[in-house]
């Protein structure tokens, strides 16, 4: 019972590299999610999806892009890594479409050199 | 728009206080959800509980318990007897039920409990 597993737990990134994040769920949850985790902020939402092949913006999409071509799977891809995306990553699945269980994944450290 | 305040950033008590996380949150919705996470020193986020806004009676789980006030848009959460490993940082986040279908989870900025042994 895996739960939602992040690749890789941390990365180190020189500015305009580009890489993915991978999330990848074995609940067969419909919703999914990707936070950033930024000191005195909070987690916010970067993009979500409420099934395969949907997918939409959080409150802080810029420079991030995601696909949901599975419902197992949500990477989070980075085209041009920037300082200012340092933070520490999470994916998120849910039960439900509204008010479900939230299940998170560990995380992933990102640093942006 | 949705928002959730926590205004306590830090605070500090002697293990067996008790201490209370206070949340505030706002929303157009009238259904919607109320969640507390709690994010130890190693990072991950462990979940603590979620109400509805239809249900208001408080919850009680062994030293946690947590008052729901809609007449005043609060959700806080008392630690009873505080232990060292209470130690973490607490966040509460907010789900809106009525609008889009989505799921989001809207989260405060956290407050970061240290319990003193």
């Known amino acids: 019972n895996a739960g939602v597993t992040q690749t890789p737990k941390f990365q180190v990134l020189k500015t305009g590299q580009s890489m993915t994040l991978q999330c990848a769920q074995d609940m067969n949850h419909e919703y999914m999610s990707w936070y950033r985790q930024d000191p005195g902020m909070g987690l916010r939402l970067i993009h979500y999806?409420?099934?395969?092949?949907?997918?939409d913006q959080g409150e802080v999409p810029n420079g991030y892009n995601v696909s949901r071509s599975t419902t197992e799977d949500f990477p989070l891809r980075l085209l041009s890594a920037a300082p200012s995306q340092t933070s520490v990553y999470f994916c998120?699945?849910?039960?439900?479409?509204?008010?479900?269980?939230?299940?998170f994944g560990s995380g992933t450290r990102l640093t942006v050199v | 728009a949705q928002k959730v305040t926590q205004a306590q950033t830090e605070i500090s008590v002697v293990e067996k206080e008790d201490v209370t996380l206070d949340c505030v949150y706002e929303?157009?919705?009238?259904?919607?959800?109320l969640f507390w996470y709690k994010q130890p020193p190693s990072g991950e986020l462990v979940f603590l509980i979620r109400r509805n806004s239809f249900d208001e009676q408080n919850e009680i789980s062994g030293r946690y318990s947590w008052n729901f006030q809609k007449s005043t848009s609060s959700f806080n959460f008392t630690i009873t007897a505080s232990q060292v490993v209470d130690s973490a940082v607490y966040f509460c986040?907010?789900?809106?039920?009525?609008?889009?279908?989505?799921?989001?989870?809207?989260f405060g900025t956290g407050t970061r409990l240290t319990v003193i042994p």
């Open positions: 999806s409420v099934g395969a092949g949907i997918t």
């Open positions: 998120a699945s849910s039960y439900s479409v509204q008010g479900g269980g939230y299940t």
């Open positions: 929303t157009r919705d009238t259904t919607y959800y």
């Open positions: 986040a907010l789900s809106e039920g009525d609008s889009s279908g989505a799921n989001n989870l809207f």
